[in-house]
């Protein structure tokens, strides 16, 4: 039998949804604070939104499969580094989540830009949050920094 893992998070509101907000927070209490359409809609504002813990969430899983896959290979990293940018969009059927781009940077001795950039895209299509957002088109850019 195989490790099986739940995790919480909670979210309350209160208002309308142009004019109201809320709370929003994970099981572990290593997380909680605001969250309001603003949040969602407008550059600049001092509280959090769904796509942009859902990016943490995807940053974080990917950066971790990366490791893991570059350790196995005999190249551990000495610094990975990966920004997820979450696209929401107005379609004609309401708002969607379209895509998200993955961009990430890593460091580590023996290994050359092609090998990492495999191990990356192979990190992309197996970690467990890419495969929980199948849905969704997920891009890649791979960059090695020279070591040394």
Known sequence: MGIRVVR???ASWQGTVPDGGGRIGVGSGAFEGPFTL???????????????????????????????????AGHPPIDLETTARVHLEQ?????????IELDTTGEAEGV??????ALAEQAKSTCPVSLALAGTEITLKATLKEHG
């Open 8 to 10: 919480n998070a909670q």
């Open 38 to 72: 603003r949040a969602r809609v407008e550059e600049g504002v001092h509280s959090t939104n769904p796509e942009e813990l859902i990016g943490a969430g995807h940053a974080g899983c990917f950066t971790m499969s990366l490791a893991n896959l570059m350790s196995e």
């Open 91 to 99: 379609l004609e059927q309401g708002f969607r989540i379209t895509r």
């Open 112 to 117: 050359d830009a092609a090998t990492f950039a």
